[in-house]
């Protein structure tokens, strides 16, 4: 992989313009819950301008008091709904003309939690509810966003998915399982359908709980640990088209002590 890296990189030099983390913009979807603020946390302190888009404004406020101080100015958050493609639309315009150029998103976009039962009691709404907000928010988001980024191997585009996709959480979490396991399909399908994309490609595969320090449990990965990996996988843009498995917090250390990213 390393003599791939360095093929890359010496294409670069001649047609691209090598970038300083200042000059790079991240598009952080899903940057206001607790794995992407995480993310945002990492970026922003390592000198990435961050742009963060959310239906909540109230949550970008507390995205905004999270960051550290020091980087608050390279922070642009934005309200938007990037989860049906007439808001996303608006919300890429609106994104172009107030911070330019993006070269890098990080998509993580989901729920923290969800529980309601066996799936005999639940509604097809509720299953409809599940698939939009896991699987359908990620393609709408994908297809507006990637052309930003897509023909410019200087850019990066990562998906952060988690585990529950193949394996049943709890009882009584099965549709999570169901959105989940969608949302890991999508990402196989866009490796296999854009196999040679100049855009870095990756997924970072999340197998057990993330939680901020406060909450943290046994096995559960701190969401600062998680996004300072993440950051440096967007950093180096030296891989794409893989998956990265992270099953315990161990392998966040592993990963990047060791260069796997």
């Known amino acids: 992989m390393d003599s791939f890296c360095g093929v890359q990189i010496s294409t670069v030099l001649w047609t691209y313009p090598v970038m300083s983390n200042a000059d790079r913009v991240v598009l952080a979807l899903g940057g206001a819950g607790t794995v992407g603020s995480g993310v945002v946390k990492a970026l922003l302190d390592k000198g990435f301008r961050v742009a963060v888009i ?52 990080v998509s993580s976009l989901g729920f923290s939690w969800w529980q309601g039962g066996p799936p005999h009691t639940q509604t097809l709404k509720e299953l409809h509810w599940v698939i939009e907000t896991l699987l359908f928010s990620t393609f709408v988001s994908w297809k507006v966003f990637f052309p930003l980024v897509r023909d410019d191997p200087n850019c990066t585009y990562t998906f952060i998915t988690g585990g529950a996709g193949e394996k049943l959480l709890m009882p009584g979490t099965g549709f999570l399982t169901v959105g989940a396991a969608s949302t890991l399909a999508f990402c196989q399908v866009l490796r296999e359908e854009y196999p040679e994309v100049p855009c870095k490609l990756n997924q970072v595969k999340i197998n057990t709980g993330v939680a901020p320090p406060e909450r943290m449990a046994p096995g559960y990965l701190n969401h600062l640990d998680l996004g300072e990996a993440v950051a440096t996988l967007v950093e180096r843009k030296c891989t794409t088209h893989t998956v990265f498995p992270v099953n315990c917090p161990a392998d966040l250390k592993t990963v990047v002590l060791e260069g796997n990213l």
């Open 54 to 105: 959310s239906r909540d404004n109230s949550r970008l406020e507390k995205l905004k008091g999270f960051v550290s101080p020091s980087t608050r100015d390279n922070l642009t958050t934005l309200v938007g709904n990037v989860g049906s493609e007439e808001g996303a639309e608006a919300a890429k315009q609106d994104l172009v003309k107030t911070v330019g150029k993006v070269t890098d998103v």
